[in-house]
């Protein structure tokens, strides 16, 4: 729904009137085709290939690293190709302001970032900081030379098709009428005529950028029987210039009208330009730029969101709307009475807005907008304003005043009340006042309301008049209006509230990547160690790369579409499919019942059905599934699908549920070390504490997707695009038939971040079994509302602790009991690896940890990049947090609590493995000395003091991560090309180039040019384990090596007699030149029982510090600057293994600060795509991001001393939550709360804006809890 930018394509159009072609970017998944006619679309295939010559914006955007998994770097490379194309040197900020609408779930931006800076003519920061690696001087190839980059050259970009332009000229515009099965599209080419039409078809919808009748019509199911498309009716885009202000045609893009109030601002004199600058701050936040580029103004205006951001605006800058019917034509004021409802507004049924007048400023006037949305860019706001005030000449009487706020009701609302009462008053503290009384009285939301999020909402009306409050008092002091001077003669308090400061300059500046040296004696054709682009990289840029749903479709093949459950805990009384088997194309529908074989999933010893048979235990459980000719026909089938329910009580949804019902799952796991209660008897200080950490979507780009296909005369599978040894054994136990029967096979996937094994053997499962009773190749494709809705996401915690401490911060005892929230699958694993890293990097004497499973009716939480170490660690790191904000409440200056309790020298872990935390110490150290800590830490101490609602926070987090958990095949044909079959599936970490540096570079001593990998594929490897828990490489890398070895083993004696013979010698010696390797990692044990055991192969080291800036009044940060130093032994791939640090690093992000999963109290999950869950974007990229990897690091226990490295550094994005709770202690140290304070994560700007306890804040009343029931639980 253009939320996500992955299908961005380029959209040129010729004006024959203007002979002008333009381009633009935009969403294909909102692009109606028939609006198309005349128009060119360029996508990615049609701008360079690998076969003929590649774009340099492909080449570039690949050569950064900036394509990992691939399935965005399309969508990206058409973003910034569309840029180009307008604007051939682009600035850095219309580069990020490009890429706004696209989002990236692997790379952490920066790498494409650097990618599309060559654009503007500045040199490239990766190139510059991994120069350390090229010591040898062998040639040894870094990133990519700059020279060595294809020229950018406007003139050799493809042409607009000369037929359309002719077709453009000569044909005389007619209405076109297209009829599909269910709609009539109508485009007119008159005024006259769209008048006629829309009195015929007074409910048919104007379309034009579709952002909103398209989302209605795909996720809504509304269909509109006709549909009115007046893109060719020409009034409709004219602009008139009049001394009093700008007429705009309503069916202007946002970006036109964003270019033309640019000029307005530029042009005017800056009394008039008012309302253009506030509404040209709202365009530059509003969607992402492919949105921006369609949408239009009328469409904005007349969809009447209750978070438009243009409304309120307009409506405060009293604009003035012209309408057309039969009737004639009036106009309209945009105020209080225009908006009635949600989405209505005063129109009547058949009037179109043929244009809106915005009117310049007088001299004494002022409008200025504000937002707060949960991400800075291409996120509809939470609270939105316009206010506008005027003055009387010369003083500081208010003679009229406008506050208008979306996001606080159904529509856009007007304090017309409070205004009233503020206009002929003096612009002082006392009338201000006054007016937050009023407006928190008139601007009212239920406890309840739709949304949620309700003290912060008002609390944010309220802000955000006291910032238009300062900066009027500004405005009044740039007009030599007295102001009152503070009572006790000390300078005013506004000055200081205003005081610029450096902190609106969101500049990004350039990252550093300083990497390993290879060793003085490397050959320079040994790649290993060295940067080595992922090999994929190009044909994903270029969109070569085939994902499940790029595999051609055969003939008669079958969709398959879901069938879900819509309660939480009840019986299944009926699943009836007959008014769905009528639907055309609809060909069988599945359920329990027509499984031959198992009809459940074991996972840790534990059952998950399939399919529901009797009862449904969550929303979202898959109950049956729907086949037909198309996906269109299937998901129509599957709505269809009559299911009668009977509600069972006792449903269990939160934690706190769970706790109170005692819904456990067995075993319950604990471990303690030393002695806990003797420890609490001995500690000088005991603090407890609380902290809920909610879960995280994977929302990797490429949803679950996979194609079953019967084949040959034995019935057998062959299912693509996931391959591992569950799904095998899933989809053979399911049908009743033998492993050897089924066979999968992947080419990439578009991420997975663990979210790709469990429920999607369930799914392949069911998959196969439709493909089975149909004898037709079934493909499944899940919508992005049907993946997040079904496949289970990080498990939540809630977690207790108490610590006992020493008063020189020592920690000597804590306990610590940790509730996951989980339904069926990944028990045991999960709770175990909590305790396990329950220590993170301390040394805690007494310490104690407990781990409870909880039994909820929400579906079942899965496998997430680190698998409840993030959530364990964090709770761990709290509590250090805890002991460090209650001393610096009583001592200062403040002391490294976390140096302080470090291990040291030879040590222990609480399951008593031993080993030596050396390089966490290094890191530590690197870390506090790259970043400068100590003297920033004074620098954000003297910001805060001077800043009242701006606070900066800084934080320092280490990790110890333990790694444990392959097979492969090698052959070599006689031309000395080499095919490499091995067991890890790619999914963007470069999996398939580390093995092809593994085996060129090292092993068999061949150029990189000879290796093949073509897929990851059971019939070839069979017995995989997954590519999870970052040893992937080590486990895949050992079993290459092995392969490799045993062939050169055969091969020595024919090199020995005939050095400078070919491969045809080896063969013509009868030399087998095929092999395999098998490798499954050391051996690893934990005995629960004896509270001990070896779980871990070796840790991997880290240590990041990040420092934000939170905006106090509305809970906005940003990362001003992080950096990273881990310790990842001897990395096989630099520039692979710092994209997955940045990577991870940005998910973590994510995780603590952004991402919000929310159930309503019938648990139901509310966010179900790009438009309410937020992952982080371009925007919430640090704007420093430097990334080290430790020097002088090895591992005996990987292949050529690597570590791994995708989970562990996911937890460092906690710097940044820690760096909010830093900034938000600040502030709360203003108002007089100091010591230890509660922040759940993620630290989102509502919990960082409450926790901030501003006077606003504290102004909005609490209701009190269990009196309503509130919009959306805590799970
Ligand atoms: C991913 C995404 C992000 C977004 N982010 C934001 C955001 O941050 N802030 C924000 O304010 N909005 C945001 N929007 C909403 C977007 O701005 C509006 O949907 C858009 O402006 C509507 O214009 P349109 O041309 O696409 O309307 P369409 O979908 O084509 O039409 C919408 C409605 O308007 C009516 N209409 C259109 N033109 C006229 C006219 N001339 N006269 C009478 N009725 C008319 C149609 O009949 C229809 O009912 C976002 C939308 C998406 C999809
Ligand atoms: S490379 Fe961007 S989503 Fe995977």
New binding site residues.
Partial sequence: ???CGACTVMVSRYNPREKTISHFSANAC?LPVCQLHLAAVTTTEGIGSTETRIHPVQERIAKANGSQCGFCTPGMVMSLYALLRNQPQPSLEDIVEALGGNLCRCTGYRPIVDGCKTFCGVRMSVMRHLESLLVDNAGVPELFHEGDLLPQDPTQELIFPPELMLMAESQRPLTQTFCGERITWVSPVTLRELVELKAKHPKA???????????EMKFKGILHPVIIS?TRVPE?YEVNKTPDGVWVG??CS?TSLKTLVEKLVRELHEDQVETFSALLQ?LR????QQ?RN???????I??A?P????NPVLAAGRCILS?ISKGGRREIAVNEDFFVGFGKTA?KQD????SVFIPVSKRGEFVRAFRQ?PRKA????TV?SGMRVRFAQGTDAVEDLAIFYGGVGPCTVGATKTCREVIGRRWNEETLNEAYRLLLDEISLPPSAPGGKVEFRRSLTLSFLFKFNLQMLQKLNEMVVKLPSCTNGSEPSWRWQVRPDCSDKRRLTFGTCRSQEVSQGQRGDDLVGRPVMHRSALSQATGEAVYCDDIAGSQGELFLALVTSTRAHAKLIKIDDGEALKLPGVVDAVTAKDIPGKKFRTFTGIDEELLAENEVTCVGQMVGAVVADTRQHAKQGAAAVKVVYEDLPDRVLTIEEAIEKKSFFKPQREIERGNVTEGFRKADQMLEGEIRIGGQEHFYMETQSMLVVPSGEEKELKVSHRVHLSHIESIAETLGIPSNRVSCHVKRMGGAFGGKVTKTSILASITALAAWKTGQAVRCVLERGDDMLITGARHPVLANYKVGFMNDGRIIAADIHVFAKIFTLDVSLVIEKILLHIDNAYSVPNLRGRATACKTNLPSNTAFRGFGVPQSMLVVESVINDVRAWRESVVSPPLQIREKNMYKGPSITHYKLQFDPENLLRCWDECLQKADYHSRRTTIAQFNQSNRFKKRGIAVIPIKYGIAFAAALVHIYKDGSVLVSHGGAEMGQGIHTKMQQVVASRELRIPVSLIHISETSTNVVPNTCPSAASFGTDANGMAVKMACETLLQRLEPVIREDPKGTWQTAFFKKIGLSATGYYRGPDTYMDWKKQEGQPYAYFTYGTCCSEVEVDCLTGDYQTLRTDIVMDIGRSINPSIDIGQIEGAFMQGLGLYTMEERKFSPSGMLYPRG??QYKIPAVCDMPLKFNVYLLAGSSNLHAIYSSKGIGEPVLFLGSSVFFAIKDAVAAARKDVGLGGPFKLDSPACPEETCLACASCFVQMVPVPKPGSFQPWAIDV
């Avoid at 291409?378 to 706001?381: G, K, V």
């Fill in positions: 729904g253009g939320g909102l919808p104007l379309v034009l950028g579709n952002t909103g009748v398209g989302l007046p409709l309503a069916a946002l709202q936040s509003l969607g992402g949105i369609v949408a239009s103004l009328g469409g904005n007349a969809s969101a978070n438009s951001d243009l309408v129109l009037e179109i807005i043929l949305a291409n996120a509809l706001a939105t790009p438009a």
